[in-house]
């Protein structure tokens, strides 16, 4: 989906009935939701984490399916994110959906 935001925001301001469906462009939508580490692309979940959704990607893995991921450390770790947006993947966005305070 998220691939898809910029022509979802370009339908929505140019057909006046998705525009009365949705009271925002899908691309502020978007930046709302939580999304899974995943995405099985380094860039990607880098992209993700630090552009379109900061603090708001968790660990994911696919578990039990045969497609899970099967070292999301070491995948997170080849995403080359920064420390601050590393701590918001692998423990912060976590605590956020939760709606927890932050456990040191």
Known sequence: MVSLLGRLDQGWSNLPGL?????????VAAKRLFYDSNVYDPRFL???????????????TDYPYLIMQRDPKGYIASSDLSAN?????TRDAAFKYLGESEID
């Open 19 to 27: 525009r009365a469906t949705l009271q925002e462009r899908p691309s």
């Open 46 to 60: 880098r992209y993700l984490a630090t552009d379109i959704a900061p603090e708001r990607v968790c660990v994911g």
């Open 85 to 89: 947006i590393l701590r918001n993947v």
